[in-house]
Antibody, heavy 118, light 110 residues
Framework: QLQLQESGPGLVKPPETLSLTCTVSGGSIISSGYYWGWIRQPPGKGLEWIGSCYYTGRPYYHPSLKSRVTISVDTSKNQFSLKLTSVTAADTAVYYC??????????WGQGTLVTVSS | QSALTQPPSASGSPGQSVTISCTGTSSDVGANNYVSWYQQHPGKAPRLMMYEVSKRPSGVPDRFSGSKSGNTASLTVSGLQPDDEADYYCCSYAGNNNLEFGTGTKVTVL
């Protein structure tokens, strides 16, 4: 059974870079056909897909965030990561990692709250 | 590309049925069968309840069913139970390797 766990700073200052890592256990991140994604949820608001990355490293991003986002896979550590540059208060959210399909997410991390504040 | 439209709220008494709609366009919901639904209890991660419009993941009760007509997908919860009270989100493939979530619906069990 796949398990995902997010990790990273809970507080980021604007306009720095938000960096999170998702550790996958119970399975290999490089299994054929697996995609790994990031979704966020601002406090009291809905879900927003940030982007997904194929296990070989080919990433896809939401058009509204494309200029600021990088998602990558570290196969040696069974991890994938999210970097979001030039953050503002609007990027304050619970960030979830999820997978392993591109079109839907049946395994989720517990989520981690990232607050953007000086 | 914009969020799919869901009603803000829906409600029903225990044992009744409630249907949640998810309206998109011919570029997303209407263009493919990659519509999924998620249940989210307060403070918890979302849980996949339906994928590819009408397929239930293992462990999801058959009280949950999904359908699609044109640009609108729907999730029906039959035989409402107290634990069904939660937020529900749809999600659709929107073409060009993009995904879009719905605005979310709060389901209340009266």
């Amino acid at each position: 059974q796949l398990q995902l766990q997010e990790s990273g700073p809970g507080l980021v200052k604007p306009p720095e870079t938000l960096s999170l890592t998702c550790t996958v256990s119970g399975g290999s991140i490089i299994s054929s056909g697996y995609y790994w994604g990031w979704i966020r949820q601002p406090p009291g608001k809905g879900l927003e897909w940030i982007g997904s990355c194929y296990y070989t490293g080919r990433p896809y991003y939401h058009p509204s965030l494309k200029s600021r986002v990088t998602i990558s896979v570290d196969t040696s550590k069974n991890q994938f990561s999210l970097k979001l540059t030039s953050v503002t208060a609007a990027d304050t959210a619970v960030y979830y990692c999820a997978g392993p399909d591109f079109y839907y997410f049946d395994h989720w991390g517990q989520g981690t709250l990232v607050t953007v504040s000086s | 590309q914009s969020a799919l439209t869901q009603p803000p709220s829906a409600s029903g008494s225990p044992g009744q049925s409630v249907t949640i709609s998810c309206t998109g366009t011919s570029s997303d919901v209407g263009a493919n069968n990659y519509v999924s639904w998620y249940q989210q209890h307060p403070g918890k991660a979302p849980r996949l309840m339906m994928y590819e419009v009408s397929k239930r993941p293992s462990g999801v009760p058959d009280r949950f069913s999904g359908s699609k007509s044109g640009n609108t997908a729907s999730l029906t919860v039959s035989g409402l139970q107290p634990d069904d009270e939660a937020d529900y989100y749809c999600c659709s493939y929107a073409g060009n390797n993009n995904l879009e979530f719905g605005t979310g619906t709060k389901v209340t069990v009266l």
